[in-house]
């Protein structure tokens, strides 16, 4: 039997649908819109366009969405204060500073100067502490919370699972463990983290029920690495040459596809499986956090 | 050949030795002392010894001691502005609010008043965070910072290792695993965190090549859950009733010592273990802190 796909586009529609509703609940309750404020610093392209995206994204859903663009030469301080500026100001509920800043700018000052509460990119130091603490409402980083909310939505509780996860970044596989590990809905998981230091990979992999990869390497997992049965989430997404292909490229993930379809009973390909969910993740935290906001929480 | 017993006592001492030598230099170089203030809130007697210690420990050490003692009626103001004394205070580089509170006290609150740059007993969401995400200096809890010294300085460094990690509560298990999977020293580790949700336990912990317990249960950890010459580190204790015994009870830890002695090939019994660990780190983390403050990093 060919493996389940998990697709995030479909699960990011049907969450986006939910945030419509609690959106227009806001609206409705308190009067209150959800205000999305981004902030690039210089003109890379690439960081251009994936605001642009977070920006669409957040009017799509009918959140206020503010998009701020300094130049390349804007000094610390000026950055500092324009997001003290955002952290007082009521009609902002969350706040993404596009990384990477420029070479001049320090990133850690400056994702310690959001307030815990707006920092829906889930990056300031409180925000990670509560995570692995629990000890109050915080904000995850969206990759691995769209992860946690894939497998939920799929059907696959990681709750008494034992889930492998590969990689250990501060942006998925480090905070992705601590969410899977926590007491509650999307945790309650045996959860093993593998990373380059590892030794003898395929005989921690092939004990995971979930394996999620978020390794960096083109199709560095292949058939032979996985349980039968086990389902797989695939984090990566690369550029690999393709003479075949008329870019001269394709696209793929860190996992070696066509084996381990034939293997997993569940996967998310890349492309088409986790991408549009870190996005919805983003929208989903500012609801929350206009949410948390108007009730005071 | 019987296991080689891990004893956080001679560690301890030989940690303390070093400490002695950093604190000589911190008043040769600095003029400075480090300072550590405890505040017990109340009467418990456990607490009262506990915090005794504390600051015996620190004396001996050469540290400059202040125990705050408060009537257990004391109100939450009046407690966060005796913090916020301590923080703003250049004698004292550690602050230590001795736990349980009073129920009317909100511990969290009370926590996140310490300046994270004092929190020597690594509570701080900002100290949490940052152990997880490397974005600056931070302190870690106790014990777990002691486990990781203990294996360095036994001679079972984690790196590239198995370890599995029972039990994920927030002073232990959690961090703990958050230590053993950064990069550098004492980290690199292959982690796996189990707990009370997960499955066919026995499979998981034989997986380990270093295997810490610290899930809270009398002598759970028996031989056959244990791989044969896998280091073993205890970190429980607990009194059970022992008639044969003159004071009816004695005290064991969460590993069954006598049948895991005959199969690891190290391991840190309880008592006798990680014990003294606890209060040799909250030295050290009060040491470091005032190094900081002394070269102002």
Avoid: W
Avoid at 255 to 270: D, K, Y
């Amino acid at each position: 039997m060919p493996a389940q796909i998990i697709s995030g586009k479909d699960i990011s529609a049907a969450i986006r649908g939910e945030l419509r509703q609690r959106v227009f609940a806001l609206a409705a309750r308190h009067g209150v819109q959800p205000g999305l404020a981004t902030v690039l610093v210089g003109t890379s392209p690439a960081s251009q366009m994936y605001v642009g995206m977070k920006n669409r994204a957040a009017s799509e859903l009918g959140l206020h969405s503010r998009q701020l663009t300094l130049p390349e030469e804007t000094s610390q301080e000026e950055l500092l204060g324009l997001v003290a500026g955002l952290n007082s100001d009521p009609a902002i509920h969350g706040i993404l500073v596009q990384l990477p800043l420029p070479g001049h700018l320090r990133k850690t000052r400056v994702i310690e100067a959001i307030h815990p509460s707006k920092d829906v990119d889930g990056l300031h130091p409180v925000n990670a502490g509560r995570l692995m603490t629990g000890s109050g409402p915080f904000f995850a980083p969206c990759t691995p919370l769209g992860v946690v909310d894939m497998l939920l939505r799929s059907g696959h509780d990681p709750n008494g699972k034992r889930v492998v996860v590969l990689g250990r970044s501060n942006l998925v596989g480090h905070p992705l463990a601590n969410l899977l590990l926590r007491k509650g809905r999307g945790g309650d998981a045996t959860v093993t983290v593998c990373h380059s230091r590892t030794r003898d990979l395929a005989t921690v992999t092939r004990t995971a029920e979930i394996l999620v990869v978020a390794i960096g390497r083109p199709e560095m997992i292949t058939g032979d690495m996985v349980s039968p049965g086990a389902v797989v989430i695939d984090v990566g997404t690369h550029r690999v040459p393709d003479p075949a292909s008329e870019k001269g490229y394709r696209v793929c993930g860190d996992v070696l596809f066509r084996e381990v379809r034939e293997v997993a009973s569940a996967i998310s390909p890349s492309p088409g499986g986790v991408g549009p969910m870190t996005i919805t993740m983003l929208l989903a935290n500012t609801v929350e956090s206009a949410e948390r906001a108007a009730e005071d929480v």
